[in-house]
C-alpha cells in the first residue's frame, strides 16, 4: 500500500502579488485529516520547487499554511507542497502551480487584462486534490464584475481559475478555505 496516499494532499496556490523581484509566496489549507477521513495531526509542510515541472528537487519545510521563498533567479518556477504527519508520513505532492520570476521589481497589482467575474460564472471554488486530479469543490458564488488576481491556477488540462478575494465570497456553507478560485474573463 502507498504509504503517500493516507494523507490527504495539500491543495496549494500561489499568492497573487510580491512587490519583491525573485519571490514566490505559496499559501495553503491545512491538512486535518488521512483519506479514510480520520484526523491527522501535521507537523510540517514541505516545499518542493524548482525549474522543471517534473524535476522539483529543491525541499523547503515550513510551519504554517503559507511560505515565501526569495531569491529566485529569472526563469519559470515550479512549485508543490507535502504535508508531513506526526509519525513522519508524507502526503503525496500537491499540483504542481508555477511563476515565472523575472529580473525587476513587479508593477503594483492590478487585474490581468481587466479579467472580472462574469455573471454567468460566479461560482467560488476550493481546489482538492484527489490520488489522480485535482478537483474544483463550490464553497459559494463572487458577485459579477469582482477583480480577479494575477495568480493562475492550472492543472494537467489547462486553466482551471484565477484566484478571487476571499473577502468578495458570499459563502454558501460553514467552510471557508483559504484558496478560492473563479473562472474569470474580459
Same mark, same amino acid.
Given at each position: 500500500?502507498?504509504?503517500?496516499?493516507?494523507?490527504?494532499?495539500?491543495?496549494?496556490?500561489?499568492?497573487?502579488?510580491? /512587490?519583491?523581484?525573485? /519571490?514566490?509566496?505559496?499559501?495553503?489549507?491545512? !491538512?486535518?485529516?488521512?483519506?479514510?477521513?480520520?484526523?491527522?495531526? =501535521?507537523?510540517?509542510?514541505? =516545499? *518542493? *520547487?524548482?525549474?522543471?515541472?517534473?524535476?522539483?528537487? +529543491?525541499?523547503? #519545510? !515550513?510551519?504554517?499554511?503559507?511560505?515565501?521563498?526569495?531569491?529566485?533567479?529569472?526563469?519559470?518556477? *515550479?512549485?508543490?507542497?507535502?504535508?508531513?504527519?506526526?509519525?513522519?508520513?508524507?502526503?503525496?505532492? $500537491?499540483?504542481?502551480?508555477?511563476?515565472? =520570476? !523575472?529580473?525587476?521589481?513587479?508593477?503594483?497589482?492590478? /487585474?490581468?487584462?481587466?479579467?472580472?467575474?462574469?455573471?454567468? +460564472?460566479?461560482?467560488? *471554488?476550493?481546489?482538492?486534490? $484527489?490520488?489522480?486530479?485535482?478537483?474544483?469543490? #463550490?464553497?459559494?458564488?463572487? #458577485? +459579477?464584475?469582482?477583480?480577479?488576481?494575477?495568480?493562475?491556477?492550472?492543472?494537467? @488540462?489547462?486553466?482551471?481559475?484565477?484566484?478571487?478575494?476571499?473577502? $468578495?465570497?458570499?459563502?454558501?456553507?460553514?467552510?471557508?478555505?483559504?484558496?478560492?478560485?473563479?473562472?474569470?474573463? @474580459?
Amino acid at each position: 500500500m502507498d504509504r503517500k496516499r493516507w494523507i490527504a494532499a495539500v491543495a496549494v496556490a500561489l499568492l497573487p502579488f510580491s /512587490t519583491l523581484a525573485g /519571490t514566490a509566496t505559496l499559501s495553503w489549507a491545512p !491538512v486535518t485529516e488521512r483519506t479514510d477521513g480520520t484526523p491527522v495531526t =501535521i507537523t510540517e509542510y514541505r =516545499i *518542493y *520547487y524548482g525549474t522543471g515541472p517534473e524535476t522539483l528537487t +529543491a525541499v523547503q #519545510p !515550513v510551519q504554517g499554511t503559507s511560505y515565501t521563498l526569495e531569491g529566485l533567479s529569472e526563469a519559470t518556477w *515550479y512549485f508543490a507542497a507535502t504535508a508531513v504527519d506526526d509519525a513522519g508520513l508524507e502526503s503525496a505532492k $500537491s499540483t504542481v502551480v508555477s511563476k515565472k =520570476i !523575472v529580473g525587476t521589481v513587479v508593477p503594483p497589482p492590478g /487585474t490581468p487584462g481587466g479579467l472580472t467575474v462574469q455573471e454567468d +460564472a460566479r461560482t467560488a *471554488y476550493t481546489l482538492v486534490q $484527489s490520488a489522480d486530479r485535482l478537483v474544483l469543490v #463550490p464553497v459559494g458564488t463572487v #458577485p +459579477a464584475g469582482t477583480p480577479c488576481e494575477d495568480t493562475v491556477v492550472r492543472d494537467a @488540462n489547462g486553466v482551471v481559475g484565477y484566484l478571487v478575494p476571499r473577502a $468578495s465570497v458570499e459563502w454558501s456553507g460553514s467552510v471557508r478555505p483559504q484558496v478560492v478560485v473563479a473562472p474569470c474573463s @474580459n
